[in-house]
């Protein structure tokens, strides 16, 4: 059977009733997630044991005397059949097949929707209708409101891959009141947002390219406080991790490509560090508010500043 990929992630229950489920699409932050759900559920559960592997063949057959329920992340739909799957079924193990389209795997997902026992995610790039659905269920967690007009300006600016989606609207924590205005969703949800968050990863750059960095994707008020924005999000991801596997834990898919960037940042902060940056945010912020019209030179302060604390 064919499963929806985002009403499965934004349900707060799931029965993993099936024995088979296959990850699939061309979007892989959408296919990364509705594995990280699935991985989570078993977790809270505490029923299952996770095993990675590349492929059904390196699935183990010993069965120790106190096993428990296995869930398989397997890697690779390779030696995959209606045969493989019948003498794979068990009562205590669930198997989760992850794969990005490929021509030859087109009869296999017919596999997985023929069969009873399993169920299929097909993950592509989300259509207006599922961010409808994202948004609205993510404003009513937070009890937020918002008008006609603001919604669908939210919309619009939204990026189509999931983690990326995903990560724009963690924006809207950072607001104190539970009413979004013109000006704040301007602010937040800029299409120019994806070009501002790059400088982040420039700050390790000679102060001279920063600056030339700063000012070719700045250019206003909205554009700064965007750039405000993404960078505190980056900034307390370096702040709320102090070991190197925290980081690696907790580290955001979508931003897969700068990982190492990201890291080189992070292993020049300690504790001294963390709290010279806490005191910038307050100081920047403090300046925000009573300087509304110089947002643009004050968040170039503000990123000359992170650069000072992170490379002294």
């Not at 003498?87 to 017919?110: A, C, G, Q, R, T």
Request: proline content about 1%; aromatic content about 12%.
């Amino acid at each position: 059977m064919k499963s929806d990929p985002i009403n499965f992630i934004l349900e707060n229950n799931i029965n993993l009733e099936k024995k088979f489920y296959l990850i699939s699409g061309n979007e892989q932050t959408l296919m990364e997630r509705t594995k990280d759900k699935l991985i989570d559920f078993t977790k809270k559960t505490n029923l299952f044991e996770i095993e990675k592997i590349d492929e059904v063949s390196q699935k183990s057959s010993n069965l120790g005397l106190f096993n428990k329920n296995k869930l398989y992340l397997i890697k690779s739909l390779k030696g995959v059949d209606n045969s493989t799957l019948d003498n794979l079924y068990s009562d205590n193990e669930i198997f989760v097949f992850i794969e990005e389209n490929k021509p030859k795997n087109k009869l296999l997902k017919k596999l997985f929707v023929n069969r009873a026992d399993s169920v299929i995610f097909d993950c592509y790039e989300l259509s207006k209708e599922s961010k409808i659905k994202i948004v609205k269920k993510y404003l009513d967690n937070l009890g937020m409101s918002l008008g006609e007009e603001e919604f669908w300006r939210i919309i619009e600016n939204l990026d189509n891959r999931f983690m990326l989606l995903e990560k724009e609207l963690l924006k809207l924590n950072m607001l104190e009141n539970k009413v979004i205005d013109k000006k704040k969703i301007s602010i937040l949800f800029s299409k120019n947002n994806s070009e501002t968050e790059k400088i982040f990863f420039k700050i390790l750059n000679s102060e001279d390219d920063l600056v030339r960095e700063y000012f070719n994707k700045i250019t206003n008020d909205v554009e700064a406080n965007s750039f405000y924005y993404n960078a505190k999000q980056l900034s307390y991801f370096i702040i709320n991790n102090t070991t190197k596997l925290e980081f690696e834990n907790n580290f955001p898919k979508y931003l897969f490509r700068e990982k190492n960037v990201l890291l080189s940042i992070f292993n020049k902060y300690n504790n001294k560090k963390r709290r010279s940056l806490l005191n910038l945010f307050y100081i920047t912020e403090k300046l925000l508010r009573t300087n509304r019209d110089l947002s643009v030179v004050t968040c170039l302060r503000f990123l000359l500043g992170i650069r000072k604390i992170t490379i002294s």
